[in-house]
């Protein structure tokens, strides 16, 4: 047993009592009602059924599609036809230069200096290559010189070209036509390197068209000559000579000329001849021709290698 506490005195303490403490009600709960919450009806559920096969529509073949499609057919047609133009534009291009450097090789190598060639855009090249007849080829030369003549320029003008190798021939040609161009100088040059003794006296050239002469001229004299056509071959028929300022007989001259204009004619292919020649203020101009000629084959000229 427990004793209770000592005072002062040994006296026992006295202990206030304790008081109990009334315990506060607790505030009454809200009067609020709970409405229990009402669910909302739910919707009728559909079965839904599982969709069927669906109906495809007929499907057309790739090449049934393209031939009822005729855009696509214009396009095929368009590069087709596009195709087959470039193939041929390049095959003319190609036929062309090769025939023009063949020609032009013939021709320079007769004239003995550069020559260009081409021939003409009717019918197409590649028909005539084809049918190897040729309607129209033209050549021009560069104008340096034509054999010994110096200086002379010369256009050719070919027709009617059928090439056919046979035998000895490589074909034959309608007309062939060459206008040649001399001018003054050129014949200066030309007498001083191709006449011995005489032609290292010429100093100058001069012409005098209203009498279709030229005159040869140095320093000890004169020469004056009609240039003229003889049986297909140009020659200069001398007029007069002058030396020291006396009058010297055409003889001392005539044959140096006649040598030299010989040379000159000699030897052309296909029966080239001279029609025509005439003097100018600057020269001397002419025409050379044959017709219904047969082209030499590579065997007989050696400037026709090649052709055929």
């Known amino acids: 047993m427990t004793n209770p506490p000592q005072g002062l005195g040994g006296r026992p303490q006295q202990v206030p009592p304790t008081e109990r403490i009334p315990q506060q009600a607790a505030p009454p709960p809200d009067s609020t009602q709970r409405i229990?919450?009402?669910?909302?009806?739910?919707?009728?559920t559909q079965q839904l059924q599982a969709p069927g096969p669906v109906d495809q529509p007929p499907t057309e073949s790739g090449a049934r599609r393209f031939v009822s499609d005729p855009l696509s057919i214009v396009l095929v047609l368009v590069t087709v036809a596009a195709l087959g133009l470039a193939a041929l534009v390049?095959?003319?291009?190609?036929?062309?230069?090769?025939?023009?450097?063949?020609?032009?090789?013939?021709?320079?190598?007769?004239?003995?200096?550069?020559?260009?060639?081409?021939f003409g855009m009717v019918p197409p090249f590649l028909w005539q290559h084809l049918t190897k007849r040729y309607t129209d080829i033209s050549v021009d030369s560069a104008g340096n010189q034509v054999r010994e003549a110096k200086g002379m320029?010369?256009?050719?003008?070919?027709?009617?070209v059928h090439l056919q190798q046979a035998g000895d021939q490589a074909g034959t040609i309608g007309s062939l036509v060459a206008t040649f161009n001399w001018p003054s100088d050129g014949i200066k040059r030309t007498v001083q390197d191709a006449i011995p003794l005489f032609g290292g006296i010429v100093s100058g050239v001069s012409t005098d068209p209203s009498a279709g002469t030229i005159e040869l001229q140095g320093p000890l004299g004169t020469v004056t000559a009609k240039p003229k056509v003889t049986d297909g071959s140009i020659g200069l028929e001398v007029r007069n000579v002058t030396g020291l300022g006396f009058t010297l007989p055409s003889e001392s001259v005539q044959p140096a000329l006649d040598a030299f204009t010989e040379q000159m004619m000699k030897d052309y292919p296909m029966g080239i001849k001279a029609d025509t020649v005439q003097v100018t203020n600057d020269g001397v101009t002419g025409q050379l021709s044959t017709r219904n000629a047969t082209i030499p084959a590579g065997g007989d000229d050696a400037c026709f290698v090649g052709l055929g």
């Open 153 to 160: 320029k010369v256009n050719v003008d070919i027709r009617d």
């Open 36 to 44: 229990p919450r009402q669910a909302s009806p739910e919707p009728p």
């Open 90 to 118: 390049g095959g003319e291009l190609y036929a062309r230069h090769r025939a023009n450097t063949i020609v032009s090789n013939i021709v320079s190598c007769v004239v003995q200096d550069k020559a260009d060639a081409s």
